[in-house]
């Protein structure tokens, strides 16, 4: 959809499904506003269906976009913010270990390399977890007791029974053994009660 002519009111039926939007068609409206303190006009769009019970309100001076750009653009601007908040709640990025610089990037590194491990994770498992957030994988499929064994060549893990234990099995995540080369090259081999 391209940009209208004018700023006038203006209602549109935005089809989202070819903006790569999981919500199908959302009810846009579009009119010209303006803001005390600020010189000309802005676009307000207020986007209804997006999958919010409020409709969502977008405030631009951009001209150049139409109302699908703005909420793809919108859209892909949430899962940044998701993201970082991901990161602040669950891995405790805002309480980092150390002020010093090459300490502090390595805690970075390593909460960049759990996040993405993560999302690994929910993408083999599939499913409702395909978009999980990583505190919902941790407390669904990880955050679990069991028994370890450590013998001459391996290392056995025993999770206990747990309603989601079947998403892990039908992952094929536990399907083969692990080399630990770290650890005497015993070999980690995940087991269900």
């Not at 303190?37 to 001076?61: D, K």
């Not at 083999?124 to 990583?134: C, P, V």
């Not at 094929?172 to 630990?180: A, E, I, K, Y």
Request: proline residues 4%.
């Amino acid at each position: 959809m391209s940009e209208p002519a004018t700023l006038t009111d203006q209602e549109y039926e935005v089809d989202l499904q070819k903006a790569e939007h999981a919500f199908g068609l959302a009810h846009c409206d579009w009119r010209a506003v303006t803001l005390a303190g600020y010189e000309g006009e802005l676009r307000q769009l207020t986007v209804m269906e997006l999958g919010h019970e409020e409709p969502t309100v977008l405030l631009t001076n951009h001209r150049k976009l139409g109302p699908v750009e703005l909420v793809t653009r919108y859209a892909q601007r949430m899962l940044i913010e998701n993201g970082i908040s991901e990161a602040v709640q669950f891995f405790h990025i805002d309480a980092l270990s150390s002020m010093v610089g090459m300490k502090v990037d390595f805690d970075m590194q390593l909460t960049l390399m759990a996040s993405s491990l993560y999302r690994m994770m929910a993408h083999r498992i599939g499913r409702e977890y395909s978009h999980s957030q990583a505190k919902t994988l941790f407390r669904n499929l990880l955050d679990l007791s069991g028994k370890v064994e450590i013998a001459a060549t391996s290392v056995v893990v025993t999770l206990d029974k747990r309603a989601h234990n079947p998403y892990l099995v039908a992952s094929g995540l536990t399907d083969r053994p692990v080399p630990m080369p770290w650890f005497g090259n015993k070999k980690l081999v995940f087991q269900f009660a």
